[in-house]
């Protein structure tokens, strides 16, 4: 991959050290860095690099060339050895997305009463980073009580205390010559220091394979060759997916809850589970997210005039339209919860689709209302038809033909079979009431018709009769 020069925000101070004091945690400034610097991309992850090691190594030096960051550096000539790194720092960086952070260096004279930050500071990377670099002069390679090794020693066992992700752990050889030793001895070398720290732990296994990829990197002098310094810089970055190693897709707007969340635990001297802590600010991002996605939905006048206005839809558009708006909802929510515990993302995901079903069934019913309204006005008509060509009309059979009528016009149905159901029920019920009322209706016309008619006509033969009757009598019969 060819390498493309980084761009980076300022630095900001993350955590605050003072002596005999809390450390603070500036939850504030590193949530305002990523607003002004993520605004585009809240739910892109980063990857969160980070570097510690002995005080005055060179570690500022390490990020600021590697990253383009502005980090603080040492000038000897006017500050001697004191450590110019202090509590930790953060900057945001471009091409390639990363968080990265400064560490105080260990070690330092400064605050030999309170080594403890020092613990409490490399736990915090080791806990946060995806990748963190190990920074190490190469004259410590070898001697098991150098600057860097006891720190190296504690944060590799701490970490088998806490429940945390894999991390990438790159130690950072510094001042490295060639003409001196070549990278295989002090590699080796390196190698079996690490063996003997993870000998000490008492589950080896764990310790060496479960939690850390290690690898080296040798740097030269910076002072003496600057330019194969920053070459060696570049060529790390460029390589393929090293930036990539995410071991939880945090996205970038839930870093600073999580980092607050695990130093608040560090400080409380806890014991860290960063899967859980991950799985508590998913289940509160889901929520907002589901939360945000229904309250834009209701807020929007074309979909409040769609489920509250008209009547003239037909419930099968009706349902087509609200899928639509599911399919666009629901893909929006699924991408801003994408690197978020699967488990909860898919609970919200139900209960948001439950949400926009149940607002919209109002909508639902309604159209579903008009259909049967237009339907049963026109089954009367159609039923008054049939009952007037044949008033003995299989009147269960009716009631099937205009039922079955209904029945495709609902034909389809999904999210509201439920409410389609209940409503066909209503309607054949309806059905058998309104054909009996006809035939009643049409019997009763048919009867008040016909006895009219009989009427006259007895009245007629009475009348005959009683003609026939003095005719009788006249004729003396």
């Given at each position: 991959?060819?390498?493309q020069?980084?761009l980076?925000?300022?630095?900001?101070?993350?955590?605050?050290?003072v002596q005999?004091k809390?450390?603070?945690?500036y939850?504030?400034g590193i949530?305002?860095?990523?607003?002004?610097?993520?605004?585009n991309?809240?739910?892109v992850?980063?990857?969160?690099v980070s570097?510690?090691?002995?005080?005055?190594?060179g570690?500022?030096?390490?990020?600021?060339?590697?990253?383009?960051?502005e980090f603080?550096?040492?000038?000897?000539?006017?500050q001697?050895r004191?450590?110019t790194?202090e509590?930790?720092?953060?900057?945001?960086c471009?091409?390639p997305?990363a968080?990265?952070?400064?560490?105080?260096g260990a070690?330092?004279?400064?605050?030999?009463?309170?080594?403890?930050?020092?613990?409490?500071?490399?736990?915090?990377?080791?806990?946060?980073?995806?990748?963190?670099?190990?920074?190490?002069n190469?004259?410590?390679?070898?001697r098991?009580?150098?600057?860097?090794?006891?720190?190296?020693r504690?944060?590799?066992?701490?970490?088998?205390?806490?429940?945390?992700?894999?991390?990438e752990v790159?130690?950072?050889v510094r001042?490295y010559?060639?003409?001196?030793a070549?990278?295989?001895?002090?590699?080796?070398?390196?190698?079996?220091?690490?063996?003997?720290?993870?000998d000490?732990s008492?589950n080896?296994e764990k310790?060496?394979t479960k939690?850390?990829?290690?690898?080296?990197?040798?740097?030269p002098?910076?002072?003496?060759?600057?330019?194969?310094?920053?070459?060696k810089?570049?060529?790390?970055?460029a390589?393929?997916?090293?930036?990539?190693k995410?071991q939880?897709?945090?996205?970038?707007?839930?870093?600073?809850?999580l980092a607050?969340?695990?130093?608040k635990?560090i400080?409380q001297?806890?014991?860290?589970?960063?899967?859980?802590?991950?799985?508590?600010l998913?289940?509160e991002?889901?929520e907002?997210?589901?939360?945000?996605?229904?309250?834009s939905?209701?807020?929007?006048?074309?979909?409040?005039?769609?489920t509250?206005g008209s009547l003239?839809?037909?419930?099968?558009?009706?349902?087509?339209?609200?899928?639509r708006?599911?399919?666009?909802?629901?893909h929006?929510y699924s991408?801003?919860?994408?690197?978020?515990?699967e488990?909860?993302?898919?609970?919200?995901?139900?209960?948001?689709?439950t949400?926009?079903?149940?607002?919209?069934?109002?909508g639902?019913?309604?159209?579903?209302?008009?259909?049967?309204y237009v339907f049963?006005?026109?089954?009367?008509e159609?039923?008054?038809?049939c009952?007037?060509?044949n008033?003995f009309?299989?009147?269960?059979?009716?009631v099937?033909?205009q039922?079955?009528n209904?029945r495709?016009?609902?034909?389809g149905?999904?999210?509201?079979?439920d409410i389609?159901?209940?409503?066909?029920?209503?309607?054949?019920?309806n059905l058998?009431?309104?054909?009996?009322?006809i035939r009643?209706?049409?019997?009763?016309?048919?009867?008040?018709?016909y006895?009219?008619k009989?009427?006259?006509m007895?009245?007629?033969?009475?009348?005959?009769?009683v003609?026939?009757?003095?005719?009788?009598?006249q004729?003396?019969?």
């Amino acid at each position: 991959m060819a390498y493309q020069t980084p761009l980076a925000s300022p630095v900001i101070q993350m955590v605050k050290r003072v002596q005999g004091k809390e450390k603070d945690f500036y939850t504030s400034g590193i949530k305002k860095l990523i607003h002004d610097h993520c605004s585009n991309d809240y739910n892109v992850p980063y990857t969160v690099v980070s570097i510690i090691g002995a005080q005055s190594s060179g570690k500022s030096t390490l990020m600021n060339t590697m990253f383009k960051t502005e980090f603080q550096m040492l000038n000897q000539e006017t500050q001697g050895r004191r450590a110019t790194t202090e509590g930790i720092w953060a900057a945001v960086c471009k091409g390639p997305n990363a968080i990265v952070l400064d560490i105080e260096g260990a070690d330092g004279q400064e605050h030999q009463d309170d080594a403890g930050f020092e613990n409490q500071a490399a736990l915090f990377a080791l806990s946060i980073s995806d990748v963190i670099f190990f920074n190490i002069n190469v004259q410590d390679i070898g001697r098991m009580h150098g600057a860097s090794i006891p720190l190296l020693r504690t944060i590799f066992q701490e970490r088998l205390n806490h429940n945390m992700h894999r991390t990438e752990v790159v130690i950072a050889v510094r001042d490295y010559n060639h003409k001196k030793a070549s990278e295989s001895f002090l590699r080796q070398q390196l190698l079996s220091q690490l063996k003997t720290i993870f000998d000490e732990s008492t589950n080896k296994e764990k310790m060496s394979t479960k939690y850390y990829d290690t690898s080296v990197e040798f740097f030269p002098h910076f002072d003496y060759d600057e330019r194969a310094f920053q070459k060696k810089c570049q060529d790390i970055i460029a390589q393929p997916g090293f930036l990539k190693k995410r071991q939880q897709n945090w996205p970038v707007d839930e870093f600073p809850n999580l980092a607050e969340e695990l130093w608040k635990r560090i400080l409380q001297n806890e014991k860290l589970n960063m899967p859980s802590y991950w799985v508590l600010l998913s289940r509160e991002r889901c929520e907002a997210v589901m939360n945000k996605k229904l309250l834009s939905l209701q807020a929007n006048d074309h979909y409040k005039s769609f489920t509250e206005g008209s009547l003239t839809i037909s419930p099968i558009d009706f349902e087509a339209a609200v899928k639509r708006i599911l399919q666009t909802i629901l893909h929006e929510y699924s991408d801003a919860t994408k690197y978020c515990d699967e488990g909860h993302a898919n609970k919200m995901e139900d209960n948001l689709r439950t949400q926009i079903i149940r607002d919209a069934a109002p909508g639902f019913m309604r159209a579903l209302d008009n259909l049967v309204y237009v339907f049963l006005t026109n089954a009367q008509e159609e039923i008054e038809k049939c009952m007037k060509r044949n008033l003995f009309e299989d009147m269960d059979g009716v009631v099937t033909k205009q039922s079955m009528n209904f029945r495709h016009q609902i034909q389809g149905l999904e999210l509201y079979d439920d409410i389609a159901r209940e409503c066909l029920q209503e309607v054949e019920q309806n059905l058998r009431v309104l054909t009996r009322q006809i035939r009643n209706s049409c019997v009763m016309n048919f009867v008040g018709r016909y006895a009219k008619k009989f009427l006259v006509m007895a009245g007629h033969l009475i009348s005959i009769g009683v003609t026939l009757g003095g005719a009788i009598v006249q004729l003396g019969i």
